[in-house]
């Protein structure tokens, strides 16, 4: 997310807030001042706005948990984490890619609503041990208490974004091993849930006569976008099935000798022949890559002088694929917040080619002027 502030790494995680945060933590602050002021005329002024700021940072501490718990599953899976952001609707944990397995997505989604769970639990316990309507302890423990058990059983609702709609594409993902069959349902259901959101909302405002319950509405209105996006990213990708790698690979890259200049390979190569990704080999052997847009970054006055073997990324630091590999398995790849400048095709050790993102564009652009 833009205008995001970094704290730091928890489990060598980055952790961050949105500007719109500080709005959200301002408004829960004030609500709770509010209500402990009702509820405990007795306090001061200054107790009441001390207890309701630290309820509300340790609200969001609480759902700095339930995300922790997400990614720190998701990093043992072997999947990278590239951040959490706590913002205007609570936290969002930014994972590198989804599930390549249902059994993974269904423990990486179900972990931060059991431990939200777990930690209401523990929050009761100690409001019960503490219990004392003048004990400062008992009323934020049973405040956070509830928060904790209400954030938990909200998400595990069964409709996407929320965990229990990932829950539920995990399940039948798992059954009929169709992700594209499981992502639309939950999604669907995740929009009608956004719905059924907003009208309750917008009726309970009206009859309670509490403006501030069409709040509620905004977080509806959030799932039901989130969830809409969902479907039309499936819609998008479903363009490319049946593409492989080394499909892509074969049609927009050529070998070319490590000394050649990088003037030739514009003029022989990439204007003759409309080529954009050069494996560049040393006596047959592929030693690394040059794509279009390495060639793009350069000085021009540097194209007469620089060999492809000067210009390239060299191939011990590009990821590698099989060529029977699907073309929307390496989108997660180039939509990383630092991508490769390619990632190398290989047929059992032997190179073959490799595919950026702009090659795959422009095949499937093809693909698509061709009726195919």
Same mark, same amino acid.
């Given at each position: ?24 933590? #301002? @408004?829960?602050? +004030?609500? *709770?001042?509010?209500? $402990?002021? %009702?509820?405990?005329? /007795? ?5 009441? =706005? ?99 058990? #209400? @954030?938990?059983? +909200?998400? *595990?609702?069964?409709? $996407?974004? %929320?965990?229990?709609? /990932? ?5 039948? =993902? ?103 990704? +050069? ?94």
């Amino acid at each position: 997310m833009r205008s995001t502030i970094r704290l730091g790494k928890i489990f060598g995680i980055p952790v961050g807030i949105n500007a719109s945060w500080f709005i959200v933590i #301002a @408004l829960i602050t +004030f609500l *709770l001042k509010s209500q $402990f002021s %009702l509820e405990f005329p /007795r306090w001061s002024p200054g107790q009441t =706005w001390l207890l309701a700021g630290m309820t509300g940072l340790l609200f969001f501490g609480s759902v700095l948990a339930h995300e922790l718990a997400h990614s720190v599953v998701a990093t043992t899976r072997g999947i990278p984490v590239r951040g959490i952001t706590l913002f205007v609707f609570g936290g969002v944990s930014n994972i590198a890619h989804e599930a390549r397995r249902p059994w993974v997505e269904f423990i990486i989604a179900v972990a931060g609503p059991l431990l939200s769970i777990a930690l209401g639990g523990v929050l009761m316990g100690v409001a019960y041990i503490t219990f004392d309507w003048n004990n400062s302890v008992y009323i934020v423990a049973l405040t956070l208490g509830w928060t904790n058990l #209400a @954030l938990g059983v +909200f998400n *595990l609702l069964p409709g $996407f974004p %929320l965990d229990g709609g /990932r829950v539920l594409r995990a399940i039948i =993902w798992g059954i009929t091993g169709n992700y594209r069959l499981a992502t639309g349902i939950a999604a669907r259901l995740g929009q009608a849930l956004a719905g059924v959101s907003v009208v309750g909302s917008i009726s309970w405002a009206i009859l309670s006569e509490e403006p501030l319950r069409l709040w509620s509405v905004l977080i509806g209105v959030f799932l039901f976008s989130a969830a809409s996006a969902t479907i039309k990213e499936v819609r998008q990708r479903d363009r490319y099935a049946g593409v492989t790698a080394g499909q892509v690979s074969e049609a927009s890259c050529v070998t070319v000798d490590g000394d050649t200049l990088v003037s030739d390979v514009v003029e022989h190569y990439a204007l003759v022949q409309g080529k954009t990704c +050069f494996i560049v080999s040393d006596e047959s052997s592929p030693i690394g890559v040059i794509h279009l847009q390495t060639i793009r970054d350069m000085p021009k006055a540097l194209w007469s002088t620089n060999t492809a073997a000067q210009a390239m990324t060299a191939m011990d630091a590009l990821p590698w694929v099989e060529q029977t590999t699907a073309v929307v398995d390496l989108l997660d790849d180039f939509e990383d917040d630092n991508p490769p400048p390619a990632v190398l095709v290989v047929e059992g050790e032997r190179v073959v080619g490799a595919v950026t993102k702009s090659e795959i564009e422009r095949y499937m652009k093809t693909r698509q002027d061709l009726g195919m």
